[in-house]
Structures are given as structure tokens and as C-alpha cells.
């Protein structure tokens, strides 16, 4: 049709009344082919021009995106793409692209419907030439909320797989208290069926008692074993969205400034600041974060009291104010540090300290369940930190030495994209 066109317009001057009546329908007929086609798709589509305002959208579109007002009423707007767009996220994404003219890029967001679900969405930005020259953007929209779920699917079948041993190393468990009670119950037997025969004459005084106590003891040792063990082996309930795990970890160090600072340790935190988002759950990260965070505290040695430290308290009060002008009066020997950054299209974040360290024997057992080396410890801390982190498709990863610190390194993919794109950013 294109080529049909040209050659009439070659020759439009001599083309009768009918003949361009007729041409005038053919191009109706092949507009409403192409519009039928486009809004067909189950991508949704935005032709904008070089200032983001909207020139042209299809069906899929409308429901792709959370709009402020209809979109037939942005058409032909004299403001942004943005200032319709109901997220945040969202709408930075497009001014940024427009600030910094870029015109090939993809992005992931998680965007929330008004039941209160969440749907993923894959906005990809090329190009619309005309004549060699960039006259606006084609913005693809695509509904991604399939994938997710059945990559959250895929991991929690590989931690159901995980329940065998679980299970296994809780029949285990159970067998010596299971044994104590069985034993001391056959005790107690003897000795009633001892005084039956003997004139019903009682045992020793509280001969029963001692052994009813040890069965009670051996009881709620196993109500402990099984209600950790459901503990264990709960599945982690993850609503997932795409987060960046910047904001949430500077929001947890600020909370943790005061505790680590009354104790003299230092706490920095290195973010990314490329404000990528990952899929992860935001009260389940703080979880993991604090969990590290709390281990570390205990694993610090502090530094006992000194005149400084004394300084210190006395600056600092409880409400531990002023803390950048106070540290700098003071010695910090100890430390505790995140740092997050990207490599090999991975969004890594290290946590580390210099206290105590733990054993190499320690550190191959630290994520099992039941193993702690807390007086009080349940032993469930560091597995449930296992759990979230694989439930996010992550890795985690330990390295420590006995007085020399402990390092956690939790690897996370990048929501998949050209990879070149992530270089430039």
C-alpha cells in the first residue's frame, strides 16, 4: 500500500475527482487495517513526541498502566505523559529518559490494582523515526506478572524439596526424648506393680515425682523440637515487588545508628546509588538485615569505659543526638558496614564486621536448623535469613575467621535486561 501511495502521489495533479475519492477510501480502509492490528495487540503501546506527550495509544495500554484520567483525554495534551500517570516510579523513569534524551531503554515496576494485588510491567522505550530523524518514542508496555509468579512458583518447589532433610533430621530429633520418657515410664510401672505385690507399700519418698518430672521436662523438650521445626519448614509468604533495596537498608541503619553508636561501633553503610530495583519483599529484607545486624552487635567486642567513651554517653544521652559531631570526638574500634553494588548484572550487598569471628566447624553449620552458639539462641535466626534470601532467587554466602570478623555477601539478580543498558546507567 506504501508504494501504492507514492505513485499516486507522483501523480496527484492528474488523478480525477473519483479516482482521488477512491484513493481517500483506500486509505481509510488501510488506516482502520492498522488500527484494528495495533489494538489487537496484548502489548500496550504509546507514540509520544520528543517532550513525552502523548501523540497515539492502543487498547492493551489502558489497562497496562495506572492512569490518572482516560486516556483518549491525554491525546494531543499540551502536558507530559507524566503528569497522567498515577506512580511515582513510573513517572521518574520518563523524565529521566526525557532529561537525559535517552531513547532505548527498559525498565521493570510492580504496580499495585485497586483490589490491593500487585502486577509487574516491563516498559521498554525505542525510537519512532521518520526520514533518518528521531521524531518521538515508541513506549512498549508489557504485563510480566505471569513470569514472576511462576519463578516465585519454581523456588518455593525447590524449598518444599529441602523439607526431606528437614524432616529426617527431625525424626532424629526426637528419638532420645522419645527414649527418656519411654524408660522412665517403664520405671514408674515396675514400681507400682513392686508395691502391689509388696501390700501396696509406696516407693521411696517422691520416687514417682522425680521420674513424672523428668517425663515433663522430655515433653516440653519436644513440643520445643516441633514447634520449631513448623517454624522451619513455614513457607515464606513474599509479596514480591520490584524495590530498591538503597532506600530500605538507609532506612535500617538509622534506626540501628543509636544502639551500635552507644556501644562504640561504627556504623557506614555504601549504597549503589544506580537506583536499580530487585524483586524482594521489603518487611522480609528488614528482617534480614536486622537479623545480620544484631548478630553482629553481639559478636563485637566493645571497648570498655574510657573518658572518651564517658564523653561519648554524656554528648550523646539517650536520645543519642548530633551523632555525625559526636563521633568524630570519639574512638571507634569496631564496626559494622554494608555495602551494596552491581556486578556481572548482579545487585550484591555485603554485610560485615570486625568482631569475634566465628569457627570454620561454625560457619558450615550456620544456616542449619537447631544450630546456634547462643545460650538463648533458638537456632532459627539464620535460617530463616536462608530461606527469605532464596525466596527473593537469591544467595547468600559466609566468610569469617575466628578473631577477624565475619562477612555475609547476599547476591540478587537484576531484573533481566540488555546488558549494555545497565553499563550505561
Known sequence: ????????????????????????????????????????????????????????????????????IYPDEIENSKESLWNFIDDDEICSFFKNCKEKAITNSQEEFSIKTSGGTVRFISISISPLVQKINISGLIILIRDITDKKNQDVLLHRMENLANLTNLAAGMAHEIKNPLGAISIHIQLLQKAVDKARDNENILPPAKFVENHIDIVNEEIEHLNKLVMDFL?????????????????????????????????RIRIDFIPCKKNKKIMLDEKLLRDVIMNLAQNSLAAIKTISASEKNEVFENKAGENVKNLPEIIRDCDFNYFFKIENHIEDNKFIIEVSDNGCGMSAETVSKIFEPYFTTK????????????????????EIFVESKENNGTKFTIIFPIPQKDAKLLEKN
Open 1 to 68: 500500500m506504501r508504494n501504492y501511495v507514492k505513485r499516486i502521489n507522483q501523480k496527484k495533479e492528474k488523478l480525477s475527482k473519483d479516482q482521488l475519492l477512491t484513493l481517500i477510501d483506500d486509505l481509510i480502509e488501510e488506516n482502520d487495517i492498522l488500527n484494528s492490528i495495533i489494538n489487537s495487540l496484548s502489548t500496550g503501546i504509546l507514540i509520544v513526541d520528543k517532550d513525552f506527550k502523548l501523540l497515539r495509544h492502543n487498547t492493551a495500554s489502558e489497562s497496562r498502566l495506572p492512569y490518572k
Open 231 to 263: 517454624m522451619a519448614v513455614r513457607p515464606v509468604k513474599a509479596m514480591l515487588e520490584l524495590k530498591d533495596p538503597d532506600k530500605i537498608i538507609q532506612t535500617i541503619v538509622d534506626f540501628c545508628k543509636p544502639e551500635f553508636y552507644k556501644n
Open 375 to 394: 545460650a538463648n539462641g533458638t537456632g532459627l535466626g539464620m535460617t530463616m535469613v536462608y530461606k527469605i534470601i532464596k525466596e527473593f532467587s537469591g
